[in-house]
Each structure stands twice: as structure tokens, then as C-alpha cells.
């Protein structure tokens, strides 16, 4: 069975959308290693609720990014995942980690991109008053949220519409599309093709 090493920074209300996934049968894979860029992080909670063994960071083991990622990436190759699955994780992934995984590590993103990259992309699409978001999946590689597309949600922005209200609509399509995009990679359904673009088979 696939394994996936999950990496996350605060809430992980995305972890957990893979951890039900995972248990209701709806994901054929295993998660083998929570690893959070920060110790009081609340998915490490969740993830030591589920059973799943934790790899605990923090600031000061990222003053050198680099070294940073050479941990990570060898805790996840101990841990033996296949996949590295970012979900809300606040670091760059940097060479040791894209070298160790090609093509294996998938991000998360709350808005669709190439519109909103970066950091808030939920308020920056509410801030500008686009009518229409979503979320997307892709490919991590050196160029931060950059890599090859996998799978796109589209979030209506409703008149009556907070940046609250956003948010919780876009988790909620979040937290169906990312399990769902792990289920077609644990199906061996997600390919890239010659031309750096992703096909579904
Ligand atoms: C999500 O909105 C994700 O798109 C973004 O960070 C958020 C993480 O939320 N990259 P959570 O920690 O999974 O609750």
C-alpha cells in the first residue's frame, strides 16, 4: 500500500481529511510520518490521536533551511513514504527533499492558481474582488507554488461573502479534493508527461 509522509505547520484540518479518508476506506494508503515545521503545532495532536508517528521541528532547525530538509527527507525515507504530502506546511521545500522525492511532493493551495499565489491566497482573491477562486493541487518543485497542476477546485465568491465565509467554503472543498487527488495517485493515475503538464489516466 502507498505511503505518505504529510507535512503540516498549524491546524491540520487537512491532515485530518486524509486521516477519516484513510479510515472510511475512501483512501487506499497509509500515512507513515506527520512531520510539523513547529512543536505546538494542533495536526501533530491529531496525528498522535490517530496513531501516526510525529517528527517535530522548530524554528531553530530552520536556521539552516538546508540541513533542515536533509532531516526531514531522510525521517521520511525511514519511515519509507512514497509520497510527501503538504498540507498547510509554512516552508520552502528545498533541493534535499525535491531530490529525494521527484516529482513526489504535492501541495495544497487555497486559491487557483497562478492567481493568488503565496501566503494568503483566500484574502488576496477576497481582497480583490475576484467572484470566482478555488483550490488547487500541484506538483511542489524550487519555484514556490509553481509546479505542474494536478487537480483545481473553483469557489464562487457570493455577494454576501466574508473573508470568513470564504474560508470556510474553501476548506470544505479542500478537504474533499486533496484526499480524492491522493486516491487517483495511490491509483497510479496521476502521470506527468513530457511536456511538464499533468495527465490524468
Ligand atoms: C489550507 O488552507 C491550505 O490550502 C494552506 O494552508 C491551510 C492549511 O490548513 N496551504 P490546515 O492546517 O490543513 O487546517
Redesign the pocket.
Known amino acids: 500500500m502507498i505511503k505518505f509522509g504529510v507535512l503540516?505547520?498549524?491546524?491540520?484540518?487537512?491532515?485530518?481529511a486524509i486521516i477519516d479518508a484513510v479510515a472510511a476506506g475512501k483512501l487506499d494508503g497509509e500515512i507513515a510520518l506527520v512531520v510539523s515545521s513547529k512543536a505546538d503545532a494542533y495536526?501533530l495532536t491529531r496525528a498522535e490521536q490517530a496513531g501516526i508517528p510525529t517528527l517535530a521541528l522548530c524554528k531553530a532547525d530552520y536556521a539552516d533551511p538546508l540541513a533542515a530538509d536533509v532531516r526531514i527527507a531522510s525521517a521520511l525515507q525511514a519511515a519509507r513514504a512514497d509520497y510527501v504530502v503538504?498540507?498547510?506546511?509554512?516552508r520552502m521545500v528545498r533541493e534535499p527533499l525535491l531530490k529525494a522525492f521527484p516529482n513526489r511532493i504535492i501541495?495544497?493551495?487555497?486559491a487557483l492558481l497562478p492567481s493568488f499565489a503565496g501566503a494568503h491566497?483566500?484574502a488576496d482573491a477576497f481582497d480583490y474582488g475576484v467572484k470566482l477562486t478555488g483550490?488547487t493541487v500541484h506538483f511542489a518543485n524550487e519555484e514556490y507554488d509553481k509546479g505542474a497542476i494536478i487537480a483545481q477546485e473553483a469557489v464562487a465568491i457570493a455577494e454576501g461573502d466574508t473573508l470568513e465565509s470564504l474560508e470556510e467554503k474553501?476548506?470544505a472543498v479542500?478537504h474533499k479534493l486533496y484526499p480524492r487527488v491522493l486516491q487517483m495517485i495511490a491509483q497510479g493515475r496521476v502521470a506527468i508527461g513530457e511536456n511538464g503538464k499533468v495527465r490524468i489516466l
Open positions: 503540516i505547520s498549524g491546524g491540520g484540518s487537512n491532515l485530518q495536526g503538504m498540507a498547510g506546511y509554512m501541495n495544497l493551495h487555497p491566497g483566500i483550490v474553501i476548506h479542500e
